[in-house]
């Protein structure tokens, strides 16, 4: 196939370089566990296409779903009026949580779930006559999506540096990546509870009267799988609730059985205030993001008379998206996907953990069926090795991982993949590293 590939501008991508590769990665079909780009290579997709396709691709019971839905009705504004879809995916979310995260408001993307939970935590603590309850805490190494307040509350340097004009009141925890103290952790590490305790230094400085909503990512993704020490997230979540301070979920990644269980929530038994869902909610086949709210939030917007929240988006439970999410529910569940075979997760766990010892590794991690390879950066270079390594499990063992955060590579496969695909990734790392300098 001939294509033209020089008007689409493509999101975080060097374009100029994309454009020149000899084999440019254009993927043509896909299927299962695998893409198929237009040279007809098959590639095994180790990233789930960007954290997302957690039921694997081109599932059918999915794809029938869109195709019914486009044919019978193919948009309807939820402004005023809706379609039965977004009613029994909202129910459906609510039960699949069964805590007090009771309500659902419908976006179409990570970046807006995020921008739909800031917007109701400031509005919240207005409602509440608290119009001082203005700061938002986030977190170093954090990726919130791409919207202004997704950037404010976020702080990967890479994704911020170009702009300006951020939210005038974010603050922002550490980081919780210690390699001197938990490299090769399985699952979470050890060492670093008392960083939490720097949002109590915040409150103290700032007062918790002035402070609106932490928001977190429970494992940051995008910043590299960096994964909470033991006890941190509770000891957050203690410290909100006893400076009446919402604590927020970005479970973008972490959402849709990523971490062996339906969500972080379940995982690490800490209930958020709200929670902001999006990838794995429709397997990643059309776009949508959710933002989850407790019952005392949106009872307390309830007192209001009329529109009671100033927000939506035009595609806001778009009938496409619900058909989908619906369907690739229905998938998770019928497969038991979203509470993965605790013995393949072991596997997965083994297989990246044999690599220590290959060279250029200083850190791997891992969690649920996420994980990551931390290189050692060259002087002059600090991404260099990842990006040829990058290049290298593409083009030379047909295998798509990503780099992020850095000079790490990550991994988010389908949730369907089995032993010999977990194989495949760590063979495919074992020969690329062997040749990278
Ligand atoms: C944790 C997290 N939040 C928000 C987003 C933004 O999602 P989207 O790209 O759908 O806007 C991402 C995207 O990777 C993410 O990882």
Same mark, same amino acid.
């Given at each position: 196939?001939e294509?033209?590939?020089?008007?689409?501008?493509?999101?975080?991508?060097?374009?100029?370089?994309?454009?020149?590769?000899?084999?440019?990665?254009?993927?043509?079909?896909a299927?299962?566990?695998?893409?198929y780009?237009?040279?007809?290579?098959?590639?095994?997709?180790?990233?789930?296409?960007?954290?997302?396709?957690?039921?694997?691709?081109?599932?059918?019971?999915?794809?029938?779903?869109?195709?019914?839905?486009?044919?019978?009705?193919?948009?309807?504004?939820?402004?005023?009026?809706?379609?039965?879809?977004?009613?029994?995916?909202?129910?459906?979310?609510?039960?699949?949580?069964?805590?007090?995260l009771?309500?659902?408001?419908?976006?179409?993307?990570?970046?807006?779930?995020?921008?739909?939970?800031?917007?109701?935590?400031l509005?919240?603590?207005r409602?509440?006559?608290?119009?001082?309850?203005?700061?938002?805490?986030?977190?170093?190494?954090?990726?919130?999506?791409?919207?202004f307040?997704?950037?404010s509350?976020?702080?990967?340097?890479?994704?911020?540096?170009?702009?300006?004009?951020?939210?005038?009141?974010?603050?922002?925890l550490?980081?919780?990546?210690?390699?001197?103290?938990?490299s090769?952790?399985?699952?979470?590490p050890?060492?670093?509870?008392? !960083? *939490?305790?720097? &949002?109590?230094?915040?409150i103290n400085?700032? =007062? $918790?009267?002035? %402070?609106?909503?932490? +928001?977190?990512?429970?494992i940051?993704?995008?910043?590299g799988?960096l994964?909470?020490?033991?006890?941190?997230?509770?000891?957050?979540?203690?410290?909100?609730?006893?400076?009446?301070?919402?604590?927020i979920?970005?479970?973008?990644?972490?959402?849709?059985?990523?971490?062996?269980?339906?969500?972080?929530?379940?995982?690490?038994?800490?209930?958020?205030?709200?929670?902001c !869902? *999006?990838?794995? &909610?429709?397997?990643?086949?059309?776009?949508? =993001? $959710?933002?989850? %709210?407790?019952?005392? +939030?949106?009872?307390?917007?309830?007192?209001?008379?009329?529109?009671e929240?100033?927000?939506?988006?035009?595609?806001?439970?778009?009938?496409l998206?619900?058909?989908?999410?619906?369907?690739?529910?229905?998938?998770?569940?019928k497969?038991?996907?979203?509470?993965?075979?605790?013995?393949l997760i072991?596997?997965?766990?083994?297989?990246l953990?044999?690599?220590?010892?290959?060279?250029?590794?200083?850190?791997?991690?891992?969690?649920g069926?996420? =994980? $990551?390879?931390?290189?050692?950066?060259?002087?002059?270079?600090?991404?260099?090795?990842?990006?040829?390594?990058?290049?290298?499990?593409?083009?030379?063992?047909?295998?798509?991982?990503?780099?992020?955060?850095?000079?790490?590579?990550?991994?988010?496969?389908?949730?369907i993949?089995?032993?010999?695909?977990?194989?495949?990734?760590?063979?495919?790392?074992?020969?690329v590293?062997k040749?990278?300098d």
């Amino acid at each position: 196939m001939e294509l033209n590939l020089e008007s689409f501008w493509l999101p975080f991508t060097p374009n100029k370089l994309f454009k020149t590769l000899p084999k440019a990665k254009i993927i043509d079909r896909a299927d299962g566990m695998y893409y198929y780009t237009i040279h007809g290579d098959k590639i095994l997709d180790a990233h789930g296409g960007l954290w997302c396709c957690n039921a694997g691709h081109n599932r059918k019971e999915i794809v029938e779903a869109i195709q019914q839905q486009a044919s019978k009705l193919d948009f309807v504004p939820s402004y005023q009026m809706s379609h039965p879809g977004t009613f029994l995916l909202a129910e459906k979310l609510v039960s699949m949580l069964s805590n007090d995260l009771q309500y659902v408001f419908f976006t179409n993307s990570g970046s807006e779930a995020v921008e739909t939970s800031l917007k109701i935590a400031l509005a919240y603590w207005r409602l509440q006559g608290q119009k001082n309850k203005k700061i938002i805490i986030g977190r170093d190494r954090a990726f919130h999506g791409t919207g202004f307040g997704g950037m404010s509350v976020g702080n990967l340097t890479t994704t911020k540096q170009q702009f300006n004009n951020f939210l005038p009141e974010v603050l922002h925890l550490s980081h919780t990546h210690n390699l001197e103290k938990n490299s090769f952790s399985k699952g979470q590490p050890v060492h670093g509870i008392e !960083l *939490a305790d720097e &949002l109590l230094k915040f409150i103290n400085v700032h =007062g $918790a009267e002035n %402070i609106a909503a932490v +928001i977190l990512e429970p494992i940051s993704g995008t910043g590299g799988v960096l994964i909470p020490p033991v006890g941190y997230l509770e000891k957050i979540r203690k410290i909100c609730t006893e400076n009446d301070i919402l604590l927020i979920f970005d479970e973008v990644i972490t959402g849709f059985g990523r971490l062996g269980k339906p969500f972080a929530v379940n995982y690490f038994g800490v209930e958020p205030d709200m929670m902001c !869902l *999006a990838k794995g &909610l429709t397997s990643g086949t059309v776009p949508m =993001g $959710a933002t989850m %709210i407790n019952k005392n +939030i949106y009872n307390s917007f309830m007192d209001l008379e009329g529109i009671e929240l100033w927000h939506g988006y035009t595609y806001s439970g778009h009938p496409l998206a619900c058909a989908a999410a619906l369907a690739t529910l229905d998938v998770y569940q019928k497969e038991n996907l979203l509470n993965t075979d605790q013995e393949l997760i072991r596997y997965w766990e083994e297989g990246l953990h044999s690599l220590k010892g290959e060279k250029h590794i200083i850190d791997i991690r891992n969690i649920g069926l996420l =994980g $990551a390879i931390e290189l050692e950066c060259k002087e002059n270079n600090p991404v260099s090795r990842a990006i040829e390594t990058f290049q290298k499990m593409f083009y030379k063992q047909n295998c798509y991982v990503r780099i992020t955060g850095g000079n790490i590579l990550t991994m988010s496969p389908p949730l369907i993949i089995n032993k010999f695909e977990i194989d495949k990734i760590i063979s495919s790392f074992r020969l690329v590293l062997k040749n990278i300098d």
